[in-house]
């Protein structure tokens, strides 16, 4: 554009002088602007669509007013071109009036000034800039207020991207407001080719025509090429953000129109974008420094070299954005250990987790040399460690491996990959540097200190008990926790001594004081009690005798004891305490003695000579004895009562879990999530019921006596009800098997032997045993022969070994909950609740008439007895078509025989004309009926709601 346009003289109004209309007569303006101006200027809407926004209503209301009262007007405003810039002229005019004063003409002079109103606009915004990038807020904060500043002046739509490891570019500033969401939606894109070796090198540039096909170089994924050409722009203008030579992001200028920019936008960009770097730069330092300091706290306080290689790891690769970062010891055999490695993908660093000293490989070169090693790129890797070609992933560029010296002493080594190239600047080097020495120290400091405390728990194990002993009738578990950290052992202590006999002694005690220095009297007192009681000394002999040695050692005075002595064969339990808090004992059921055993209590050692109370209870199969230490049950500002009332709690609701379990709860229970503030010592003991052994004729009437014992074992075994009533499925289906196949070519009955016994781990153990014959089971079982498959959902460690001289099921039911039943459904008739029942009886039918139906009641334990009975009379009384309801809430007991019987009744279902069914909602028939599936079998018509 020329720098000015004179003799523009335009005719303030024709006919209309309510109209304020305007015509440029010289046709050099339509040169200079790009638009017929002779013929449009006729549309009184022309000046706001062609000025600025911002400049259009201070115009248009000033020519006015010149036009009106005044002869000249000075202003200087914004005019878009035809070819989409903003152009700025100055307008001086002078008003022609006529004889009478009337405004006849308007004689302007239209001046170009854009040149010098863009230097004055660029001072303005980077000085704008400047305040916005010192000022408050965050690094994405702002950002989004500078690029705020350039719309609409030098854009459309403006962004600052950042780079990521991968190369790619994410947007984290956008203006205007409303298009941020979109552009952020785009999510990284990558430069195409020809443009990265402008920003490689630092240079802002122009995009005179923005094309598809550059788009198609910046994604390869459909959905984000469609929404970046949806946005997209005509021209462009981008700047790179460089910060000591390598480009960690880009602004971005998008306008609408074709070549829009040129050199004085392009050297603002580059201005504005270099501000951009160094504020972006000035955050990463401190953020860095922070992190550092972070790192150096988080190395100060590490306990272990593996917590120091952890901190360290984690908190540089954050710091410096490296890919991996990994730290190694040096041993005592001369080989570097990888201690620990974060961001190496599975399997690549397999190969570096142990390391001989060699110079083909850059860790260990650094220990053999003591001096850092720098490799900028790949190339420089592979030059110098051809070797580690192979292992390298296709990511990684820049290398650092640095030795970790203490002095000149190698300690280990630390190694940082990069992504992207990485030139190690002279500060980058001093900071890590300063890091590998900070480490070198921590790391040293952490070792000697992994050296002590082994050499501290390995002493204070050695004071404790190893394994539990098995001991035959007993299941006994214990946990013991210490109250300081990093310590194995305190002054509590538990022991567990098989005796002459078959009996057992079981100790807690409590030395005053905590660490090494009560752990050190305990493994006196410990030792010391352990000989007496294997000597055959009672408790309370035992305890007199502790009393005299516990004189002799410094420490142990006031120490507590509490000492039992259990005969599995009868129950019975001898007890003496010393001081010590008594044990609590529980039954299954809440018969037999319960509550806390407060006899032959005596005071603590070393503050009485002479003889000690004992105290004798017996204990019935199933019951539990606990003994604990007072850190268990002592709490600041609450009593010991409060404490012992807590534990009583405890234990009591869970009697009949396995002792691991309950022992675990009670610490949930009584400990503080923070650990405890004494040490604990815990011991749980339960008497287990003798092995249930049965030896009986083959014969299906015999099977309810079967069921009748193991019934009764297994709730002295202190079984739950639930588990119990699994246990006889799983029982019912091996022995109902048993009678049924094993000896069905035989001219009479064999016999069965069926087994029953508790592990140690509450598991019940069942064997059941015959001397016939094998039949395997046929292809197609139905609802019959699936007696395996019921127990393998009931048990585990299912063994069926058959041979020549008979035929061994094991199985190991182990007694938990059963797992919440899935919803059930109800069905055209409801259920209803499970009526009485005889278990023991085999079942029998009810038939009975009301209002015009038949009801079929099945009464009874269906098993192979029971099925064998009734079965032939219910499937005669359902050929009857007359309406019919088959009752089975009142059966006691179902095997896989008596389902055969059930699946029938339900095939009748289907083709009778009226038969409802009704299902016992609760108990081993329902259980059942669930396991095989024929819960929905035999009412299909469910609606979806629960029974």
Request: proline share 7%; glycine share 10%.
């Amino acid at each position: 554009m020329q720098a000015m346009v004179a003799g523009l003289n335009a005719i303030v109004w024709e006919r209309d002088p309510s109209t304020w209309r305007f015509r440029f007569v010289n046709a050099r303006a339509e040169e200079v602007l790009g638009y017929p101006v002779r013929q449009w200027l006729d549309d009184p809407g022309l000046w706001q669509r062609i000025l600025h926004p911002d400049d259009a209503d201070e115009v248009l209301s000033t020519v006015r007013a010149t036009i009106v009262d005044g002869d000249d007007v000075s202003l200087t405003y914004r005019v878009r071109a035809a070819d989409g810039r903003w152009v700025w002229l100055q307008h001086l005019a002078h008003v022609a009036r006529d004889e009478t004063g009337t405004a006849s003409a308007m004689h302007s002079v239209l001046v170009d000034v854009s040149d010098s109103k863009r230097r004055e606009l660029a001072a303005a915004l980077l000085a704008a800039a400047g305040r916005v990038l010192t000022g408050p807020g965050s690094v994405e904060e702002r950002l989004t207020s500078v690029t705020g500043l350039l719309v609409p002046d030098l854009c459309d739509w403006a962004a600052v991207w950042l780079r990521g490891d991968d190369e790619r570019y994410r947007p984290v500033a956008v203006a205007p407001a409303g298009l941020a969401d979109r552009v952020r939606a785009l999510g990284s894109m990558r430069v195409p080719d020809e443009f990265a070796v402008e920003l490689r090198a630092g240079r802002a540039f122009a995009v005179p025509e923005v094309t598809e096909q550059l788009f198609r170089a910046a994604t390869t994924d459909e959905a984000q090429f469609a929404a970046l050409t949806e946005i997209g722009g005509v021209s462009g203008l981008a700047a790179p953000l460089t910060i000591g030579g390598a480009v960690v992001g880009l602004l971005t200028c998008t306008a609408q129109a074709p070549d829009r920019y040129d050199d004085a936008d392009i050297a603002l960009a580059a201005d504005l974008g270099q501000r951009l770097a160094t504020m972006v730069a000035a955050e990463r330092l401190a953020a860095q420094r922070r992190q550092l300091h972070e790192i150096t706290v988080a190395l100060s306080a590490a306990g272990t070299a593996a917590e120091a290689a952890a901190a360290l790891t984690t908190g540089l690769r954050d710091v410096l954005g490296a890919s991996v970062v990994a730290v190694c010891g040096l041993g005592e055999d001369g080989l570097l250990h990888t201690v620990d490695v974060v961001g190496a993908p599975p399997g690549r660093w397999d190969r570096y987790t142990t390391m001989p000293l060699t110079s083909s490989v850059p860790l260990p070169d650094a220990v053999l040399t003591r001096r850092p090693v720098w490799l900028p790129d790949r190339a420089a890797v592979v030059a110098r460690y051809p070797a580690v070609e192979e292992s390298l992933s296709e990511q990684t560029q820049g290398v650092a491996a640095l030795p970790l010296l203490v002095g000149d002493r190698p300690v280990g080594a630390l190694a940082l990959t990069f992504r992207t190239p990485r030139p190690f600047d002279a500060d980058e080097r001093a900071l890590l540097l300063t890091v590998a020495d900070q480490v070198a120290v921590a790391f040293e400091r952490a070792a000697l200190a992994d050296v002590r405390r082994e050499m501290a728990e390995t002493l204070q194990r050695s004071l404790l008990p190893g394994d539990i002993p098995a001991v035959d009738r007993l299941a006994v578990t214990a946990r013991y926790l210490p109250a300081m950290q990093g310590t194995s052992a305190g002054g509590d202590w538990y022991d567990v001594l098989p005796l002459t006999g078959g009996a057992v002694a079981v100790a807690v005690g409590d030395v005053v004081g905590d660490g090494a220095p009560a752990a050190a009297v305990m493994g006196q007192l410990r030792s010391a009690l352990a000989g007496l009681l294997l000597a055959d000394f009672s408790p309370a002999q035992a305890l007199e005798v502790l009393d005299r040695f516990a004189a002799h050692v410094p420490g142990a005075r006031l120490s507590t004891v509490s000492c039992s002595r259990l005969e599995p064969d009868t129950g019975r339990l001898t007890y003496s305490h010393a001081g010590h808090p008594p044990p609590l004992l529980t039954g299954t059921d809440g018969t037999g003695p319960n509550g806390y055993l407060d006899g032959g209590l005596g005071p603590a050692l070393g503050l009485h000579a002479g003889s000690r109370p004992e105290a004798t209870t017996k204990l019935s199969p199933g019951a539990t004895l606990v003994l604990y230490t007072d850190g268990l049950v002592e709490r600041r500002g609450a009593t010991l009562d409060d404490g012992l009332e807590r534990l009583t709690a405890s234990v009591t609701a869970r009697r009949s879990a396995p002792l691991p379990a309950l022992l675990d709860g009670v610490l949930d229970d009584l400990v503080d999530v923070d650990g405890a503030t004494d040490d604990v010592a815990l011991v749980a003991v339960r008497l287990l019921p003798a092995p249930l052994r049965l030896d009986l004729p083959a014969e299906p009437a015999r099977l309810a006596a079967v069921r009748r014992a193991a019934r009764g074992w297994a709730s002295g075994a202190g079984l739950h009800p639930d588990a119990v009533e699994d246990l006889l499925l799983a029982l019912g289906e091996a022995t109902g098997n048993a009678v049924e196949h094993a000896y069905r070519d035989a001219d009479g009955p064999g016999r069965v032997i069926v087994e029953l016994r508790l592990d140690g781990a509450g598991d019940v153990v069942v064997s059941v045993t015959d001397t016939g014959s094998w039949r395997p089971p046929p292809a197609d079982p139905g609802f019959r022969g699936r007696g395996l498959q019921i127990i393998s959902a009931l048990a585990r460690d299912v063994d069926l070994s058959p041979g020549p001289s008979g035929t061994a099921l094991r199985f190991v039911f182990t007694p938990a909950a059963p797992p919440p039943a899935a919803p059930r459904r109800r069905a055209a008739v409801d259920a209803v609740s499970v009526a009485q029942r005889a278990d023991g009886q085999p079942a029998t039918l009810d038939v009975t008439d009301a209002q015009g139906r038949r009801c079929l009641a099945l009464i009874g334990a269906l098993d192979l007895a029971g099925t064998t009975a009734i079965r032939e009379l219910v499937l005669a009384e359902l050929a009857d078509p007359r309406p019919i309801t088959v009752d089975l809430t009142r059966l006691g007991y179902l095997t896989s025989v008596g389902a055969g019987l059930l699946l029938e009744i339900a095939e009748c279902a289907r083709s009778h004309g009226d038969l409802d069914i009704l299902l016992p909602a609760t108990g081993p028939a329902r259980r059942m009926l669930d396991l095989t599936g024929l819960t929905s079998a035999l009412q299909p018509e469910a609606d979806g709601l629960p029974n």
